[in-house]
């Protein structure tokens, strides 16, 4: 099994680190927090040739409603548990502000290899259009 804490991979940020000049690294629990993040946002078609057939978010905005929210939770939960397999859900938070028109997403989760550290994943996603 490999060391998942570990791992490094590009920022996706892509900030300059201050003393090599290079693209920055992120090491650790960043990159699970990474992908995390990377699989949530991901399109029903942006990968060629998989179908991401949980992702839900693009009706986000147009009909959030308590029965949405729990959908949404599942679909988070079912994409993560299928495409990062370092990490353990222990629970997941959804909070729409309609104020802002915002949703707040927040996971807490523990990496298989250390699961006395639990760690918190927390996106905001906004409406772009």
Do not use: A, C, W
């Amino acid at each position: 099994m490999k060391q998942v804490l570990n791992e490094t991979d590009l920022d996706l940020n892509f900030l300059v680190n201050p003393i090599t000049g290079d693209v920055s690294i992120k090491t650790g629990v960043d990159v699970i927090k990474q992908r995390m993040k990377n699989i949530i946002l991901l399109g029903k078609h942006d990968m060629p040739f998989k179908v991401k057939s949980n992702s839900i978010l693009t009706n986000l905005f147009e009909n959030y409603d308590p029965i949405f929210n729990i959908e949404l939770k599942r679909s988070i939960r079912i994409d993560i548990e299928k495409y990062e397999k370092n990490v353990r859900i222990l629970n997941i938070n959804t909070n729409f502000d309609e104020s802002q028109n915002m949703l707040n997403i927040s996971i807490n989760f523990s990496v298989i290899q250390n699961d006395s550290v639990t760690e918190l994943l927390v996106l905001k996603v906004e409406r772009t259009r």
